[in-house]
């Protein structure tokens, strides 16, 4: 699969591979017309975020073996759905963002200048 852009405009960077993310389980936060979540925005876990999304109906703590989901903890990296980070932005609770490894589609929805705020650098040590 060819790897989109990310919101800086470069290639879209791997978000991570342990835990494996990506709606495709490719370590990319890739989209295509099946992914109606829109696993866009790489986010660094926290448990404060966890526990908004838990709250919101998303348990994102507790694994799932059936659908190849380990279950998350405080610093993992993972594809979060572009809306589910927009409403823990606007709820004051949005995980940290790897702008190199968000894809580009999420600024159909947030404004650059906000995951801004909430970036991080990240060096790929996977």
């Known amino acids: 699969m060819k790897s989109g852009k990310n919101v800086l405009g470069g ?3 791997t978000c991570s591979t342990d835990p494996m993310t990506g ?3 490719d370590g990319c936060c890739n989209t295509g017309v099946d992914d109606q979540g829109l696993h866009l925005v790489c986010s660094v876990m926290t448990d404060d975020f966890l526990k908004f999304s838990k709250a919101r109906g998303n348990d994102l703590s507790t ?3 059936a659908y190849r ?3 998350l903890q405080h610093g993992d990296r993972w594809c979060l759905c572009v809306l589910r ?3 823990a932005f606007e709820a004051g609770k949005a995980p940290k963002v790897v702008l190199a490894s ?3 589609s999420t600024l159909e929805f947030v404004d650059l ?3 801004k705020k909430f970036a991080v ?3 790929d040590d996977e």
């Open 11 to 13: 290639e879209l960077g």
């Open 113 to 115: 200048e906000d995951l």
């Open 63 to 65: 694994p799932m073996p």
């Open 23 to 25: 709606f495709f389980r």
């Open 121 to 123: 650098d990240w060096v």
């Open 102 to 104: 968000t894809h580009m």
């Open 69 to 71: 989901f380990p279950g």
């Open 85 to 87: 980070w927009k409403e």
